[in-house]
Protein backbone atom coordinates (compact mmCIF):
# COMPACT_ATOMS: atom_id res chain seq x y z
CA UNK A 1 0.00 0.00 0.00
CA UNK A 2 2.54 2.19 1.17
CA UNK A 3 4.40 1.86 -2.49
CA UNK A 4 1.45 2.38 -4.53
CA UNK A 5 0.96 5.43 -2.43
CA UNK A 6 4.40 6.40 -3.28
CA UNK A 7 4.67 6.11 -6.81
CA UNK A 8 1.24 8.33 -6.87
CA UNK A 9 2.95 10.62 -5.38
CA UNK A 10 6.06 10.63 -7.53
CA UNK A 11 3.52 10.70 -10.91
CA UNK A 12 1.74 13.68 -9.73
CA UNK A 13 5.22 15.60 -8.82
CA UNK A 14 6.10 14.53 -12.49
CA UNK A 15 3.29 16.64 -13.98
CA UNK A 16 4.44 20.23 -12.31
CA UNK A 17 8.44 19.46 -13.50
CA UNK A 18 9.98 21.47 -15.65
CA UNK A 19 9.61 20.43 -19.60
CA UNK A 20 12.37 21.28 -21.91
CA UNK A 21 10.91 22.97 -25.47
CA UNK A 22 12.13 21.34 -28.66
CA UNK A 23 14.47 22.99 -30.73
CA UNK A 24 12.96 24.41 -33.78
CA UNK A 25 15.10 24.03 -36.99
CA UNK A 26 15.05 26.45 -39.37
CA UNK A 27 15.00 23.60 -42.34
CA UNK A 28 10.83 23.11 -40.71
CA UNK A 29 10.04 26.65 -41.67
CA UNK A 30 8.65 27.43 -45.31
CA UNK A 31 10.87 29.67 -47.40
CA UNK A 32 7.83 31.88 -47.50
CA UNK A 33 7.33 32.60 -43.79
CA UNK A 34 8.61 36.71 -44.68
CA UNK A 35 6.53 37.70 -47.66
CA UNK A 36 4.13 39.88 -47.50
CA UNK A 37 0.78 39.19 -46.17
CA UNK A 38 2.30 36.17 -43.00
CA UNK A 39 0.60 38.83 -40.00
CA UNK A 40 0.34 38.02 -36.35
CA UNK A 41 -1.34 35.30 -34.50
CA UNK A 42 -1.01 32.87 -37.39
CA UNK A 43 2.29 33.42 -38.39
CA UNK A 44 2.87 31.96 -41.70
CA UNK A 45 -0.48 29.58 -42.15
CA UNK A 46 -0.81 26.80 -45.02
CA UNK A 47 -2.19 23.78 -43.21
CA UNK A 48 -2.51 22.10 -46.65
CA UNK A 49 1.45 22.23 -47.26
CA UNK A 50 0.67 24.21 -50.95
CA UNK A 51 3.77 26.16 -50.50
CA UNK A 52 6.02 23.01 -49.51
CA UNK A 53 8.91 22.72 -52.52
CA UNK A 54 7.42 24.94 -54.20
CA UNK A 55 9.53 27.78 -56.84
CA UNK A 56 9.37 31.55 -55.80
CA UNK A 57 7.15 31.75 -59.43
CA UNK A 58 4.39 29.42 -58.37
CA UNK A 59 4.21 30.88 -54.93
CA UNK A 60 3.68 34.18 -56.68
CA UNK A 61 0.62 32.44 -58.98
CA UNK A 62 -0.64 31.07 -55.78
CA UNK A 63 -0.76 34.81 -54.14
CA UNK A 64 -1.78 36.26 -57.15
CA UNK A 65 -4.96 34.06 -57.11
CA UNK A 66 -5.60 34.81 -53.15
CA UNK A 67 -5.55 38.58 -54.16
CA UNK A 68 -8.42 37.92 -57.28
CA UNK A 69 -10.43 35.81 -55.13
CA UNK A 70 -10.07 38.56 -52.31
CA UNK A 71 -11.73 40.93 -55.02
CA UNK A 72 -14.27 38.77 -56.26
CA UNK A 73 -15.33 38.09 -52.67
CA UNK A 74 -15.32 41.60 -51.62
CA UNK A 75 -17.59 42.73 -54.65
CA UNK A 76 -19.75 39.69 -53.73
CA UNK A 77 -20.20 40.96 -50.46
CA UNK A 78 -20.82 44.63 -51.64
CA UNK A 79 -23.46 42.92 -54.10
CA UNK A 80 -25.58 40.85 -51.55
CA UNK A 81 -25.64 44.39 -49.46
CA UNK A 82 -26.58 46.18 -52.43
CA UNK A 83 -29.37 43.63 -53.54
CA UNK A 84 -30.93 43.64 -50.50
CA UNK A 85 -31.89 47.95 -50.86
CA UNK A 86 -31.82 48.67 -54.67
CA UNK A 87 -32.90 47.04 -57.76
CA UNK A 88 -32.03 47.82 -61.54
CA UNK A 89 -34.97 49.34 -63.37
CA UNK A 90 -34.96 47.36 -66.00
CA UNK A 91 -35.57 43.85 -67.53
CA UNK A 92 -33.31 40.94 -66.45
CA UNK A 93 -34.44 38.81 -69.56
CA UNK A 94 -37.73 39.45 -71.64
CA UNK A 95 -40.95 39.97 -69.62
CA UNK A 96 -38.67 39.87 -66.17
CA UNK A 97 -38.01 42.68 -64.19
CA UNK A 98 -34.78 43.05 -62.03
CA UNK A 99 -37.42 43.84 -58.80
CA UNK A 100 -38.83 40.41 -59.33
CA UNK A 101 -35.42 38.77 -59.56
CA UNK A 102 -35.27 37.09 -55.63
CA UNK A 103 -31.70 37.59 -53.74
CA UNK A 104 -28.88 35.31 -53.39
CA UNK A 105 -28.82 31.88 -54.49
CA UNK A 106 -33.18 32.43 -55.12
CA UNK A 107 -31.90 34.28 -58.22
CA UNK A 108 -30.61 30.98 -59.98
CA UNK A 109 -33.72 29.20 -59.68
CA UNK A 110 -35.27 32.43 -61.42
CA UNK A 111 -32.77 33.53 -63.99
CA UNK A 112 -33.35 31.89 -67.66
CA UNK A 113 -30.89 29.30 -68.28
CA UNK A 114 -29.68 31.28 -71.52
CA UNK A 115 -28.96 34.20 -69.30
CA UNK A 116 -26.82 31.68 -67.06
CA UNK A 117 -24.86 30.55 -69.63
CA UNK A 118 -23.99 34.24 -70.71
CA UNK A 119 -22.88 35.39 -67.49
CA UNK A 120 -20.80 32.24 -67.27
CA UNK A 121 -19.29 33.06 -70.87
CA UNK A 122 -18.08 36.63 -69.56
CA UNK A 123 -16.75 35.76 -66.58
CA UNK A 124 -14.83 33.00 -68.42
CA UNK A 125 -13.59 35.22 -71.28
CA UNK A 126 -12.85 37.99 -68.69
CA UNK A 127 -10.64 35.54 -66.22
CA UNK A 128 -9.15 33.68 -69.49
CA UNK A 129 -8.23 36.49 -71.98
CA UNK A 130 -7.80 39.47 -69.67
CA UNK A 131 -10.65 41.18 -71.08
CA UNK A 132 -11.48 44.74 -69.18
CA UNK A 133 -6.97 44.09 -68.48
CA UNK A 134 -4.56 46.46 -66.81
CA UNK A 135 -5.98 49.87 -66.85
CA UNK A 136 -2.55 52.83 -66.38
CA UNK A 137 -5.31 55.57 -65.42
CA UNK A 138 -5.59 55.43 -61.86
CA UNK A 139 -2.72 53.89 -60.60
CA UNK A 140 -1.59 55.55 -57.54
CA UNK A 141 2.22 56.68 -57.16
CA UNK A 142 3.32 55.83 -53.94
CA UNK A 143 6.63 55.40 -51.87
CA UNK A 144 7.41 51.46 -51.56
CA UNK A 145 6.40 51.82 -47.39
CA UNK A 146 3.37 52.93 -48.26
CA UNK A 147 2.83 50.58 -51.39
CA UNK A 148 3.57 47.37 -49.11
CA UNK A 149 0.86 48.62 -46.50
CA UNK A 150 -1.98 48.96 -49.06
CA UNK A 151 -0.78 45.55 -50.42
CA UNK A 152 -1.14 44.36 -47.05
CA UNK A 153 -4.61 46.08 -46.29
CA UNK A 154 -5.77 44.35 -49.67
CA UNK A 155 -4.53 41.27 -48.82
CA UNK A 156 -6.41 41.20 -45.35
CA UNK A 157 -9.68 42.72 -46.74
CA UNK A 158 -9.92 39.96 -48.96
CA UNK A 159 -9.46 37.18 -46.96
CA UNK A 160 -12.59 38.54 -44.55
CA UNK A 161 -13.95 38.99 -47.53
CA UNK A 162 -13.66 35.38 -48.82
CA UNK A 163 -14.95 34.26 -44.76
CA UNK A 164 -17.64 37.25 -45.37
CA UNK A 165 -18.93 35.88 -48.78
CA UNK A 166 -19.26 31.84 -47.41
CA UNK A 167 -20.97 32.98 -43.82
CA UNK A 168 -23.21 34.79 -46.63
CA UNK A 169 -24.00 31.97 -49.10
CA UNK A 170 -24.26 29.18 -45.98
CA UNK A 171 -26.86 31.50 -44.44
CA UNK A 172 -28.62 31.93 -47.99
CA UNK A 173 -28.39 28.66 -48.77
CA UNK A 174 -30.29 27.27 -45.64
CA UNK A 175 -32.67 29.77 -46.20
CA UNK A 176 -33.63 28.15 -49.14
CA UNK A 177 -33.52 24.73 -47.25
CA UNK A 178 -35.80 26.14 -44.48
CA UNK A 179 -36.92 29.50 -45.27
CA UNK A 180 -37.17 31.88 -42.03
CA UNK A 181 -35.06 29.27 -40.02
CA UNK A 182 -33.65 32.64 -38.61
CA UNK A 183 -36.95 34.23 -37.76
CA UNK A 184 -35.71 37.16 -40.09
CA UNK A 185 -37.22 38.34 -42.99
CA UNK A 186 -34.33 39.77 -44.83
CA UNK A 187 -30.37 39.20 -44.36
CA UNK A 188 -29.54 42.62 -43.49
CA UNK A 189 -31.70 43.60 -40.05
CA UNK A 190 -31.57 46.18 -37.52
CA UNK A 191 -31.31 49.47 -39.81
CA UNK A 192 -35.01 50.06 -40.81
CA UNK A 193 -34.24 53.30 -42.88
CA UNK A 194 -33.35 50.42 -45.80
CA UNK A 195 -36.69 48.45 -46.06
Known sequence: MKLLLAATLAASAAAFAPVTKPVS??????????????IAPTGFWD????????????????RLAELKHGRVAQLAVVGYVVQEIYRFP???????????????FAA??????????????????????????????GKLDLDPEEYEKRMLQELQHG??????????????????????F??????????????
Open 90 to 104: FDIAPGLPCSEVPNG
Open 108 to 137: LLTIPPLGLIQIIMLIAAVDTKGFLGDFEY
Open 47 to 62: PAKLSSGIPQEKFDEY
Open 159 to 180: RLAMIATLELFRHDTQNLVSPG
Open 25 to 38: SSALKSAYEEELGV
Open 182 to 195: DGMDNLITGLPFLY
